[in-house]
């Protein structure tokens, strides 16, 4: 089967709950971070919050928009690893019920990797990730076959936290690579970006076309403190930049056009999880889709809006679809914006 987009990444069931600011600063994590933890770390974390209600969602951050693009339409699969467990089988089905082509649980016994989400009043989100089974990712588990018939592969920068999930990330690069597919990567993180940025730096030059990123992750990959530096200086590594700036919109480039900023969509912000996954899953569409620069930035502008609406990282399977819709939407609010 041919498929628009094939992602890679660590497969996670989000664990999310809302909490006040003291309990960040008790259970000393970075605010809007991500930090590796274990079972038992997360274990006491949710003890901790025990009357609070939950909400459980599979996740993971090219999970996320790999899902988001397919509910836009487009034909999607996903390389992870789940556990033939309850979490396991429930991430199956999840991603099965939206259409999105999913290897599904192995024989392994360790469990399904979870993210504990810490969701504050001001919609920030704090991460505490134990990748479990999904850690275990290695380039085997990427089916040469099935990148060979994409358009588009995705790479998220969270599997430089392992040796083997990074083998298997560089391993879907140099297959699309060879075939002229192009390589679209995100950052993740600025914990991931700051702890392997040299190798990071190399891969983006060598292997990716499409880069995403926020200001945070841009600026500790180039060392600027100004955002306008820090993409132009990225960009000048790859052929196409999405940097996403949060309430002021985004900025999109490619390699010898004027870049193009792009705001946001009006929207209650409840949850920030998935902002940037879903901005690149309408980013993305809007590339596989012949759409220009502008325009595929809006769709991505409208999905991250989408996202942060509601608790979770998965876009609303009641979002716009049609895309002359979100743009007519667009320009209501932007009536000045020149494409």
């Known amino acids: 089967m041919n498929y628009d987009l094939v992602g890679i990444g660590n497969a996670l069931v989000d664990i999310e709950v809302q909490v006040d600011d003291a309990f960040i600063d008790e259970?000393?994590?970075?605010?809007?971070?991500?930090?590796?933890?274990?079972?038992?770390?997360?274990?006491?974390?949710?003890?901790?919050?025990?009357?609070?209600?939950?909400?459980?969602?599979?996740?993971?951050?090219?999970?996320?928009?790999?899902?988001?693009?397919?509910?836009?339409?487009?034909?999607?699969?996903?390389?992870?690893?789940?556990?033939?467990?309850?979490?396991?089988?429930?991430?199956?089905?999840?991603?099965?019920?939206?259409?999105?082509?999913?290897?599904?649980?192995?024989?392994?016994?360790?469990?399904?990797?979870?993210?504990?989400?810490?969701?504050?009043?001001?919609?920030?989100?704090?991460?505490?990730?134990?990748?479990?089974?999904?850690?275990?990712?290695?380039p085997e588990n990427v089916d040469e076959t099935i990148v060979q018939n994409a358009k588009v592969v995705y790479v998220e920068g969270y599997l430089w936290t392992g040796d083997e999930t990074r083998e298997a990330g560089l391993h879907m690069a140099k297959i699309a690579k060879k075939e002229n597919i192009p390589v679209a990567f995100t950052l993740s993180d600025a914990f991931v970006v700051n702890t392997f940025k040299d190798s990071l730096a190399d891969f983006i030059q060598w292997n990716v076309d499409i880069l995403f990123c926020n200001e945070v992750e841009a600026q500790a990959m180039t060392g600027e403190t100004d955002s306008r530096k820090a993409f132009d200086k990225l960009l000048a590594w790859v052929d196409t930049l999405f940097l996403t700036l949060g309430s002021k919109g985004s900025l999109a480039g490619k390699s010898g056009?004027?870049?193009?900023?792009?705001?946001?969509?009006?929207?209650?912000?409840?949850?920030?999880?998935?902002?940037?996954?879903?901005?690149?899953?309408?980013?993305?569409?809007?590339?596989?889709?012949?759409?220009?620069?502008?325009?595929?930035?809006?769709?991505?502008?409208?999905?991250?809006?989408?996202?942060?609406?509601?608790?979770?990282?998965?876009?609303?399977?009641?979002?716009h679809k049609r895309v002359e819709s979100i743009l007519a939407e667009y320009r209501k609010h932007h009536p000045y914006h020149s494409a």
Request: glycine residues 14%; hydrophobic residues 35%; negative net charge.
């Open 257 to 319: 056009h004027e870049p193009v900023q792009v705001g946001t969509f009006p929207v209650d912000a409840v949850d920030t999880t998935g902002a940037g996954d879903l901005y690149a899953a309408g980013a993305l569409y809007g590339l596989i889709n012949g759409r220009s620069l502008s325009d595929s930035a809006i769709m991505g502008s409208y999905c991250a809006a989408q996202v942060v609406s509601h608790i979770g990282g998965r876009l609303p399977t009641q979002s």
């Open 27 to 138: 259970v000393s994590v970075t605010k809007g971070g991500m930090t590796l933890s274990s079972a038992d770390e997360q274990e006491k974390v949710l003890n901790a919050l025990k009357s609070k209600p939950r909400k459980l969602s599979s996740g993971g951050s090219a999970a996320n928009t790999i899902h988001g693009a397919s509910v836009l339409g487009a034909r999607s699969y996903y390389l992870g690893r789940v556990a033939n467990d309850e979490n396991g089988k429930h991430y199956t089905e999840d991603m099965r019920s939206c259409e999105v082509g999913f290897s599904g649980p192995g024989a392994d016994d360790e469990g399904t990797g979870t993210c504990v989400i810490l969701i504050t009043s001001d919609a920030e989100r704090t991460m505490l990730t134990n990748l479990g089974v999904s850690s275990k990712l290695h």
